[in-house]
């Protein structure tokens, strides 16, 4: 998996190669076994402390690129609960669910609950 690696799985930055190179290391993995996740930890650190908050979107591999909206991995994600990957789905509708929207929502409640 790319993992932190993402940006330049291919050697370079450069989406269509990363996304392109993924999907020709798991061109013989079935479907059962293409599962992953975008992750996201977004960190508060004040004087006082230090906190992570992690949202983590599910889902798996397709076994090719479909869509057009969003980046990077977005044409090769479908989101557990989806056939459509993520760049197929309409924006406001992937950026409500996104592993980005889930460490934000962690953060505002957090937020809400212990700032004045």
Same mark, same amino acid.
């Given at each position: 998996?790319?993992? =932190?690696?993402?940006?330049?799985?291919? $050697?370079? #930055?450069? !989406?269509?190669? !990363?996304?392109?190179?993924?999907?020709?290391?798991? /061109?013989?993995?079935?479907?059962?076994?293409? /599962?992953?996740?975008?992750?996201?930890?977004?960190?508060?650190?004040?004087?006082?402390?230090?906190?992570?908050?992690?949202? =983590?979107?599910? $889902?798996?591999?397709?076994?090719?690129?479909?869509?057009?909206? $969003?980046?990077? %991995?977005?044409?090769?994600?479908?989101?557990?609960?989806?056939?459509?990957?993520?760049?197929?789905?309409?924006?406001?509708? #992937? !950026?409500?669910?996104?592993?980005?929207? =889930?460490?934000?929502?962690?953060?505002?409640? %957090?937020? #809400?609950? !212990?700032?004045?």
């Amino acid at each position: 998996s790319p993992g =932190i690696f993402t940006a330049v799985w291919s $050697g370079t #930055k450069d !989406n269509i190669a !990363n996304r392109q190179l993924l999907l020709a290391q798991l /061109k013989d993995v079935p479907e059962a076994h293409r /599962k992953a996740s975008f992750v996201c930890t977004i960190a508060l650190v004040s004087e006082d402390t230090e906190l992570s908050f992690t949202g =983590i979107w599910p $889902g798996s591999i397709s076994f090719e690129e479909r869509g057009s909206h $969003g980046h990077g %991995y977005d044409p090769v994600f479908i989101p557990e609960g989806f056939e459509l990957t993520a760049a197929e789905l309409d924006p406001e509708i #992937k !950026n409500a669910l996104s592993h980005r929207s =889930i460490a934000l929502s962690s953060l505002i409640d %957090y937020l #809400k609950a !212990n700032v004045v």
